[in-house]
Structures are given as structure tokens and as C-alpha cells.
């Protein structure tokens, strides 16, 4: 009899206690009536976190921080902000992240009349603000003015008086304002920023236009937000103390769901920390990882997971499986843990060892419900870190959180490989550093990688991402047939925007 969720390339394979990886296999075409522009790739991350498009970026330095969860959100998916940074500093990502749609900032920095214009610069400098407005107060707290950058440009005397360069009786709004009618108001009068004040005259927010003007033009069909509207932004947190200084901070910026990041999720640390997590924070879906086995998938799932994630060793910057000889090859390990909650509603998540599309459609078809990119998304606009020039080629870094230089800059890094009390020169690293080829904007990106995705569901002939885990039904490769997917026998004269030899 057939089981509910078998596939028998894979199967045929575990017999022999072998182990399969997204190269050993491709995907079957099948009878197909699917139209490709009504393929609906809609998934899960976890119980209650929706997805429009099934990519979720790494919680990694060189991948993960407001930028690329703010755009990947607004793609589709879901950004995890990586645990190096502090937790306040983990707690303000998440924030720039939740706030950025409404355009509303909340008790925005003022400055005051009598402060003289290079005190104020001073001030800037040192806090690092990157804007220029600033509703300006009396001394009781009342707004009397607003400056501009165009008032601090065109001012050549830092010495004299706020109150000499700022526009006295500036527009503003008093209580609640919508960003359409902000939008409306900043229109009608030209003015760049429209401050909003209580009844006594105390600034409460502020609306910026840019910021209103991006948020109204962006494409919010496609959007991935809460039910206020708000974009989906995940964070990573640790086990233990960790988490919970974490949680706290987190929780109140709103972040919508966590991921219990470790580099072995079928561990004491990792139940013992979820059980009081969900104990603590019972509306908050909590992801946990990582494992590969089906019986520890079942383990966690019965534990209270709300998402699990799968993939130990298939990273590409990842060395566990040299270094400790553990790990299974992703295929069989994704396969493994989706059969075995099969039916539970916990949404499976294929952590590492993506490198094409067609990964994407074989992952999905072997039982993931989302996809955890690092490599795939790293080296794009939004990612952390600076550009590289090097032998004629623009690159951007991108390293494991197990790598040396990750562990020894952050203990939320040592922690994932249960290395938090080790002093630095004796670290164990399971990871390398290294650097990627720069791939321009994420949209771009994304995009190819989706379209990839819905051309493979629609050889297989499934409208949708259920379809295509049902359907999809794998042959094994060899190494020739390998060699024979990919370009061979012709020099490639112009690279392909979704194809190219690492
Ligand atoms: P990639 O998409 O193949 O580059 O893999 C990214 C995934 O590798 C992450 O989401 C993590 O699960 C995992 N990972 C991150 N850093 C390390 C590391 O240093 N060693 C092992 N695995 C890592």
C-alpha cells in the first residue's frame, strides 16, 4: 500500500542506508495543464507565518539584517535577523523591519529653538542620523518650528540659533492621520515632513514623504504582513539566558516569529528552551533547528515546535561534516523529517545547500514547505558588508556563523555550535570564511529564482505547492547524467542571469 508520503527514489535508497542530496536526482515531468502565471507558490514557515513566495534568508552576519528582511518581506518571504548582533541592537532590526510600511515614525528625535545649528550638526554626527528633519520644540515641549537639510545647507553661520533657521508655525496634525492622507496633506503644500502632535502641542510622530511616497509606489500585493499590515520579520535567538534576554526585547517590537537557531535542534538545551519558551510567549510561533533525522523531527514537533528546520552539514560554507563526520545529505534528510510529521500541519524548512532553482523545486517536492537561503541571497544590495574589488570582479564576503572570525566576534555565534564559554584561540570552527560574486538587487535575484520554481511546477504539473510535493516524483541520477544537466561541450560566451560555474 502506498503511504501517505513516499517517494520511492528515496525510499529505494534509505534501504541501503543511502543518503541522497538534491545532484542525485531530478524531478519527472508529468502530464501538464498548468498556466506558469497561475502558479501559486503561497506557503508556510510555521503554523501561523504565511508566505507568499517559499524563501526564507539565513540567519547569518553576511546575510540577514534589516535591508534584506525589509525587501525580502516586501518580495514575498521571511528575513530571521542573525543572533551576532546584541540583543538591543537584534530588537532594533526587527523594529526598522516593522515599522517600515507605515512611513510613521514614532516619537521622532526633535531638537530645540534655543540650541545653536552646530550643536545640533555635532549631535548628528555623533548619533550617526541619516535624516535632516527635525521638528524643532520650545523649551516647554511644544512644537514651534521644523528644520530641513535644505535650512542646514543654506546656513553658513553654525554659531547662531536654531530658531533663526527653522520654519516657524510648520505644517503638522493634530491626533491620528492616515499615510494616504499624510500623503495628501504633504502634496497639497510641498511640504517634506509633516509632524503629528497630541492636543498640547507635543510631537507624537512624524511623517517623512520619501518614506511615505516608497511605501504608497511599492507593489503591496505581493507584500508579506501581518494583520496590521505590518511587513513579517523573524529573528534568530540562542537557548537558554540567551533566548530570553533576546525574547524580551524582541517581543515588544513585534517580531512575529523566532527560530531557535543551533546547529543541533534534537538536543536537551534546544527542549528545555522551547518548552519554557512557549510556555512564556504561547501566541509566538517558534521555529527550532537544526536536524536531519525523522525521529527527531517527531521529537520537536511533539515538543511544541511550531516550524522545524532541516539541514545539518549541507551549508556552503559549512565544514561540520568534515570536521565532527556528521551530517546527511539534504534530499534524504528533508525527505525523512517531512514523512515523519506528515499530516501534523509543522511546516518543514530546507536550511542550506540550495545553489540553483531547480534545488528549489526538488526540495519542495521531497517534503520542505519553505526554503532557508544563505549563500543564495548573500552577495545582493541588501545584504550586509561592503562591496569587494578583486581580480577584476566585484564580490561581497559572506562567512559560517561557525566560521572562525563569526564565533570569535559574537557569543550568539558560539552558542549555535555550543562553543559560548570557549576562550577564542581555542575554538573549534565549523565553518569557513569567504566571498561571493555581488549579485546586484535581491528583486532581481528572486525573481529568477521563483520563476525557476514555477517552471518546474509546471512540468510536473502542479498549480500549486501542495501539488508539487504530491506529485513530484524523483529518478536517480548518475554522475554522467549530472554532467549531462549541466552546460557541456560549448564554452559559455554571456552568462545567464539564473546560471552560472562557482
Ligand atoms: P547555504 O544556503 O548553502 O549557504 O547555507 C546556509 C545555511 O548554513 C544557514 O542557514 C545555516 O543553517 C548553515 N550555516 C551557517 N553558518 C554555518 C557554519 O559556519 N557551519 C555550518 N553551517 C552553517
Known sequence: MRKKFYKEAIEIALKEKIALTFDDVRLQSDYSEVKLSEVNVESKFSRNINLKIPIISSAMDTVT??????????????????????????????????????AYIEKPICIFSDESVEEVLNRKNKKGYSFNSFPVLNREGKLVGIVTGNDFEFCDDHSIKINK????????????????????????????????????????????????KRVLNGNKNDYNVDSKGRLIIGAAIGVYDDAFSRLEKLVRENVDVVVIDTAHGDSKPVYETLKKVKNQYPE?????????????????????????????????????????????????????????????????????????SGDMVIAIAAGADSLMMGKMLAGTD???????????????????????????????????????NVENNKLVPEGIEGRINYKGPLEKVIYQYIGGLKAGMGYVGAKNIRELREKGEFDRITAAGVRESHPHDVEITEEAPNYSVD
Open 165 to 212: 533657521i527653522m520654519t516657524t508655525s510648520p505644517l503638522h496634525f493634530v491626533g491620528k492621520i492616515n499615510i494616504e492622507k499624510a500623503y495628501q496633506k504633504m502634496r497639497q503644500t510641498k511640504k517634506k515632513a509633516l509632524p503629528v502632535t497630541d492636543k498640547k502641542g507635543k510631537v507624537i510622530g512624524m511623517y517623512v514623504f520619501s518614506d511615505v
Open 284 to 356: 509566538l510561533d517558534v521555529v527550532v533547528g537544526n536536524v536531519s533525522i525523522g525521529e527527531s523531527a517527531k521529537r520537536l514537533a511533539n515538543a511544541g515546535a511550531d516550524g522545524i528546520k532541516v539541514g545539518q552539514g549541507p551549508g556552503s560554507i559549512c565544514t561540520t561534516r568534515i570536521v565532527a563526520g556528521i551530517g546527511r545529505p539534504q534530499l534524504t534528510a528533508v525527505y525523512d523529517c517531512a514523512k515523519a510529521i506528515y499530516g501534523s500541519g509543522i511546516p518543514i524548512c530546507a536550511d542550506g545547500g540550495l545553489r540553483y
Open 65 to 102: 539584517e534589516y535591508k534584506l528582511a525589509i525587501r525580502l518581506a516586501e518580495l514575498g518571504g521571511v528575513g530571521i535577523i542573525h543572533k551576532s548582533l546584541t540583543s538591543e541592537e537584534q530588537a532594533k532590526h526587527v523594529s526598522r523591519g516593522k515599522h517600515h510600511l507605515n
Open 382 to 420: 541588501e545584504s550586509p558588508g561592503e562591496l569587494i574589488y578583486l581580480k577584476g570582479r566585484t564580490w561581497k564576503g559572506y562567512r559560517g556563523m561557525g566560521s572562525l572570525g563569526a564565533m570569535q566576534k559574537s557569543a550568539g555565534a558560539r552558542q549555535r555550535y555550543f562553543q559560548e
